[in-house]
Structures are given as structure tokens and as C-alpha cells.
């Protein structure tokens, strides 16, 4: 079975780092992938195509592993005393962790056990074939309740991914889960490692903007008030959090909807613990499943050797912090050289509910909880954190050069529009024309935020190139921040490019890229 082996069967690792060699084939990227045969990452790409070339690999020699994921009701504890009943995979929350070695066969047999309610899965950074990319009304009909579907490809490149449901708003009901490829060949050592999810946890069904503006226009007041606003999308409020704390005031007043903030699936008041021992290395793959919530995060007493980004690995660049958006990931290196508990905190970039709260525990250590509240050095506006500027991939990219195409889009919408409203280059899917490429070219995507809110981008079936590095989300920064992206089109379909603000993306946020 591939899911629920979290970490027993992880070997220590001792590699050298591999920073000089060649990672296309460990990219996937290169295609031609063996599998289990001791195939080096150094192997060169033979047909000299660069990253940005191919999107996915072809390669179905693999072995195959079997996956079902059931989505259903039930039950989760996140805190003591604090059960709710939501949506689960596997009645597991977050979901099961989907666990498998670079070059495998997944074939993953969903399941709907859901009442009145079709879902799709949506396999968030590969680059599948266009057919299993999971997205209701583009790539797919939903499952419906009582059916299943499986999902078949190649899990290649090696990364740390995510899953989960695309239909409407189940992202937010519980829907979710890691999904990790391991590397044949680490560019990095490492002796231990765990997945770190961040979630927001919503005790509710989530409900559209539009419904909710509806709902403040009915004057239902207090909580569902607020929820317009929350990082959700944002209108202008009246409400004050009920909660009390730090809510942000730069939107008239904001109260969130949500529970809490989680790390693994625990509010900080029953923490999530991860082991470690001193003189190892510990590797992080630290992962963005919240619907709404992009993070300022950092682990008190260490730095964090970034290693990859979005499941792609960089030179290693060390840093106090990092903000890691939704639907982004970032994997780290921590030596473990300091001996005791120590937090590890992720704020909400925008403000709003108090951090989210794990620890880092060193075995043997007497100490086993951090002090109260402990905030990291890098969350008191110490030290460095990480730009997107300093992501240098392992490879060198191609790219330089006029883009075959080149797309101009406006972020806009939010607080200033009678509704929660949210529109690419002032149109609002499913309203909206598509983006149409061809295949073989080198497309560039110029994004320009018009808001006052964080948009983190994000495209399906492809790796884009951002500065240095391959990334396949983008976070574009509040008012007139701008993001560009570079990817050639070499994934026939029509793929989803989206905020991945749930909420944002439901209310138009939304466009379909198209290529035969
Ligand atoms: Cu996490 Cu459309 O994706
Ligand atoms: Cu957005």
C-alpha cells in the first residue's frame, strides 16, 4: 500500500550534494525515465531539450501502484474537544499521504462515497495528461455519488505535490492531501524527514461569496458578516472578529470564518510534534493546502536551507523565513544543531487568525514544549526571507529570447465591487474566452494585480519558469504587484490557470489555457 507509511520506511540518507550534475532526468523532464534501475538523475537529456520542454513524460514501463481514496463523511479531531464532522479522504484529515518512487505507476481509484455531492481529484503541480487532470466541466464530468473513477499516470518529476478535490468549494470541506514523489537521487542529504501541511480549518460548509454577500445583505450579522471578508475575497465589512485577536483593520474590519489555523491536521493548542535528533539533517517538505491562507513561516532556533521549490530542486539558499502561498510548496533543510523544542510558526501573510503551531522536539531533550507563544527570530522581522529572486533551479534553463506569445493580465476585483467578484483581465469564468496557444511554443504571461488582496497563480499540466527557477504557482503580491511566467506548451489540453484562493478562483478568478 503506498498511503499511510508516513516515514518507517524511509531510509537515513547520506548523499553528497549534487549540485554540478545534471538533474534533467531527475526533473523528468528529459524523458526516457527507467525505472528502479539505479538510473542517475546525471543522466543527460538526449535530445538536449531543456526543462521548459517536455511536461510530462510518456514513460509507462514503470511499476504500478494501487491507490483508492474514498471521499466521505466523518469525523476529525483537531484540537482536544474539538471534533467536527466534514469531508475526508479515507477518513483521514488531511487526507491519506500519497507516497511513491519517481517513476512509478500511479493508478489511484476514487471513490464518492459523498451524499448528493460528484467530485474530481485534482493532482495540484503534475503534469498529467490532460484526461486525468480532475477539473469538473473542463477535463472531466464529476464522479457522482456511489461511482468511482481511477486515475492513471506516471509519477514523474520527483517532488512534493499536493491532492485534492476541485469541484466547487470541497477543497475547503477536508478534501486534501500530500501526494510525494520521492527522487532516485537527492541533490541534497538528509537523515530524516517529515511533510508539514498547513491547513485553515473551516467547521462548516464553505459558502460561495456571492451567497455570502447575499447573506450580509439580509443583515444576518456577526459570523457570516465576517466571513465575506476573511482572506476569502474580501468586501468591505462592519464586523469585528467575535474571536478577539490580532484581526487585521486594513479592510474595515475583518473576522475569519475559520476554526483555526493547522499544521498536520492540529490547532496549536494540541500541536503537531516532529523528531528529531541532534547532528542530523532534517528535511521539511513544507506544503500550502489552506483555501485561503498564504503564510510567513519559520522554526525558532534554525535557519532553513531552501532545497526545492514547488516540488523542483534548487541550489540550496539558506534563510531565516519564507512566505509559502496556496498551492505552493517549498522543501527545507534544517540541521538539527540545537537541542531542545522549538516552534514552528506559520502567520497568515494578511493578517487575520492567530498562527498556525507545530514543534520541532529533539529526542532526549528534557525540554519538550517551546515557551508560550514563541515566535521565531525570522517572524520578528529578523534575518533574512526568502525572494523568488533567490531560487536558482539546479538547472540551467533555457528560455532569453521573444516569447512565441505573450498575455497580459489584469488581477482584479474584491472589496471596491458590490459583490465578491473576481475577474482575469476583466473577465469572470466560467465567462470568460480562452486563452489560446499552440503547441510547441514558448509562452510568456505577464500578470499585474489590481487588487488589494495576494494572488497565488497557478497553472495546471505545466512547469513555468519564474527569474531562476521552475515553479507551477505564483504569488502576485497586493496593489500593482506584478509576476511574470515563461512555459512552453508542451502538454496538449485545456488546463485550468487560477487563484488558488478558493474562493477567489469560484468567483471568476479563472481562465482555461487551450492547445490541440
Ligand atoms: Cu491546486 Cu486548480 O489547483
Ligand atoms: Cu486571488
Given at each position: 500500500?503506498?498511503?499511510?507509511?508516513?516515514?518507517?520506511?524511509?531510509?537515513?540518507?547520506?548523499?553528497?550534494?549534487?549540485?554540478?550534475?545534471?538533474?534533467?532526468?531527475?526533473?523528468?523532464?528529459?524523458?526516457?525515465?527507467?525505472?528502479?534501475?539505479?538510473?542517475?538523475?546525471?543522466?543527460?537529456?538526449?535530445?538536449?531539450?531543456?526543462?521548459?520542454?517536455t511536461g510530462h513524460s510518456t514513460s509507462s514501463t514503470g511499476p504500478v501502484r494501487e491507490v483508492h481514496l474514498t471521499a466521505s463523511v466523518g469525523d476529525v479531531e483537531v484540537g482536544p474537544g474539538q471534533t467536527f464532522r466534514t469531508w475526508l479522504y479515507n477518513g483521514q484529515f488531511p487526507g491519506p499521504e500519497i507516497r511513491v518512487k519517481e517513476g512509478e505507476r500511479l493508478h489511484i481509484t476514487v471513490e464518492n462515497d459523498l451524499p448528493d455531492a460528484g467530485t474530481t481529484v485534482h493532482w495540484h503541480g503534475?503534469?498529467?495528461?490532460?484526461?486525468?487532470?480532475?477539473?469538473?466541466?473542463?477535463?472531466?464530468?464529476?464522479?457522482?455519488?456511489?461511482?468511482?473513477?481511477?486515475?492513471?499516470?506516471?509519477?514523474?518529476?520527483?517532488g512534493s505535490y499536493m491532492y485534492h478535490s476541485h469541484e466547487s468549494l470541497q477543497l475547503d470541506r477536508g478534501l486534501v492531501g500530500p501526494l510525494i514523489i520521492e527522487e532516485r537521487t537527492p541533490h541534497v542529504e538528509y537523515d530524516r524527514e517529515h511533510t508539514v501541511i498547513l491547513d485553515d480549518f473551516l467547521p462548516e460548509a464553505p459558502r460561495p461569496l456571492e451567497e455570502l454577500a447575499g447573506r450580509r445583505d439580509d443583515d444576518s450579522g456577526g459570523l457570516m458578516g465576517g466571513m465575506m471578508n476573511r482572506?476569502?475575497?474580501?468586501?468591505?465589512?462592519?464586523?469585528?472578529?467575535?474571536?478577539?485577536?490580532?484581526?487585521?483593520?486594513?479592510?474595515?474590519?475583518?473576522?475569519?470564518?475559520?476554526?483555526?489555523?493547522?499544521?498536520?491536521?492540529?490547532?496549536?493548542?494540541?500541536?503537531?510534534?516532529?523528531?528529531?535528533?541532534?547532528?542530523?539533517?532534517?528535511?521539511?517538505?513544507?506544503?500550502?493546502?489552506?483555501?485561503?491562507?498564504?503564510?510567513?513561516?519559520?522554526?525558532?532556533?534554525?535557519?532553513?536551507?531552501?532545497?526545492?521549490?514547488?516540488?523542483?530542486?534548487?541550489?540550496?539558499?539558506?534563510?531565516?523565513?519564507?512566505?509559502?502561498?496556496?498551492?505552493?510548496?517549498?522543501?527545507?533543510?534544517?540541521?538539527?544543531?540545537?537541542?531542545?523544542?522549538?516552534?514552528?510558526?506559520?502567520?497568515?501573510?494578511?493578517?487575520?487568525?492567530?498562527?498556525?503551531?507545530?514543534?520541532?522536539?529533539?529526542?532526549?531533550?528534557?525540554?519538550?514544549?517551546?515557551?508560550?507563544?514563541?515566535?521565531?527570530?525570522?517572524?520578528?522581522?529578523?534575518?533574512?526571507?526568502?525572494?523568488?529572486?533567490?531560487?536558482?533551479?539546479?538547472?540551467?534553463?533555457?528560455?532569453?529570447?521573444?516569447?512565441?506569445?505573450?498575455?497580459?493580465?489584469?488581477?482584479?476585483?474584491?472589496?471596491?465591487?458590490?459583490?465578491?467578484?473576481?475577474?482575469?483581465?476583466?473577465?469572470?469564468?466560467?465567462?470568460?474566452?480562452?486563452?489560446?496557444?499552440?503547441?510547441?511554443?514558448?509562452?510568456?504571461?505577464?500578470?499585474?494585480?489590481?487588487?488589494?488582496?495576494?494572488?497565488?497563480?497557478?497553472?495546471?499540466?505545466?512547469?513555468?519558469?519564474?527569474?531562476?527557477?521552475?515553479?507551477?504557482?505564483?504569488?502576485?503580491?497586493?496593489?500593482?504587484?506584478?509576476?511574470?511566467?515563461?512555459?512552453?506548451?508542451?502538454?496538449?489540453?485545456?488546463?485550468?490557470?487560477?487563484?488558488?484562493?478558493?474562493?477567489?478562483?469560484?468567483?471568476?478568478?479563472?481562465?482555461?489555457?487551450?492547445?490541440?
Open positions: 500500500m503506498s498511503i499511510d507509511q508516513k516515514n518507517e520506511h524511509l531510509p537515513s540518507r547520506r548523499k553528497f550534494l549534487r549540485q554540478g550534475l545534471s538533474g534533467l532526468a531527475g526533473l523528468g523532464l528529459g524523458g526516457g525515465m527507467l525505472p528502479l534501475v539505479g538510473c542517475e538523475r546525471g543522466t543527460s537529456d538526449p535530445a538536449g531539450n531543456g526543462p521548459l520542454e503534475l503534469p498529467v495528461p490532460n484526461p486525468m487532470d480532475g477539473v469538473p466541466g473542463v477535463t472531466q464530468e464529476p464522479i457522482q455519488p456511489g461511482e468511482s473513477m481511477t486515475y492513471e499516470y506516471e509519477a514523474a518529476p520527483a482572506g476569502r475575497g474580501g468586501m468591505m465589512g462592519e464586523e469585528t472578529d467575535p474571536r478577539g485577536g490580532m484581526m487585521g483593520r486594513q479592510m474595515g474590519g475583518i473576522v475569519s470564518p475559520y476554526e483555526g489555523l493547522l499544521i498536520n491536521g492540529k490547532l496549536p493548542s494540541d500541536p503537531s510534534v516532529f523528531d528529531v535528533k541532534r547532528g542530523e539533517r532534517m528535511r521539511l517538505r513544507l506544503v500550502n493546502l489552506s483555501s485561503a491562507i498564504p503564510y510567513h513561516l519559520a522554526l525558532a532556533g534554525h535557519r532553513l536551507h531552501v532545497t526545492h521549490a514547488d516540488g523542483q530542486p534548487v541550489e540550496p539558499v539558506e534563510v531565516d523565513s519564507l512566505v509559502i502561498g496556496m498551492g505552493e510548496r517549498y522543501d527545507v533543510i534544517v540541521d538539527a544543531d540545537n537541542p531542545g523544542a522549538h516552534a514552528l510558526v506559520a502567520q497568515p501573510v494578511e493578517g487575520g487568525v492567530p498562527p498556525a503551531r507545530a514543534v520541532v522536539s529533539y529526542q532526549d531533550s528534557r525540554q519538550a514544549r517551546p515557551p508560550e507563544g514563541q515566535l521565531p527570530e525570522g517572524l520578528r522581522g529578523e534575518g533574512r526571507r526568502l525572494r523568488y529572486d533567490d531560487l536558482q533551479s539546479v538547472e540551467s534553463l533555457p528560455g532569453g529570447g521573444a516569447p512565441d506569445r505573450t498575455f497580459n493580465l489584469r488581477l482584479s476585483g474584491g472589496m471596491m465591487m458590490s459583490r465578491g467578484e473576481w475577474a482575469i483581465d476583466g473577465q469572470q469564468y466560467p465567462n470568460a474566452d480562452p486563452l489560446e496557444i499552440r503547441e510547441g511554443e514558448r509562452v510568456r504571461v505577464n500578470l499585474s494585480n489590481m487588487s488589494m488582496m495576494l494572488h497565488p497563480m497557478h497553472l495546471h499540466g505545466h512547469f513555468f519558469r519564474v527569474g531562476n527557477t521552475l515553479k507551477d504557482t505564483v504569488l502576485v503580491e497586493p496593489h500593482m504587484g506584478r509576476a511574470s511566467f515563461e512555459f512552453v506548451a508542451d502538454n496538449p489540453g485545456d488546463w485550468l490557470f487560477h487563484c488558488h484562493n478558493l474562493y477567489h478562483m469560484e468567483a471568476g478568478m479563472a481562465r482555461v489555457f487551450t492547445y490541440a
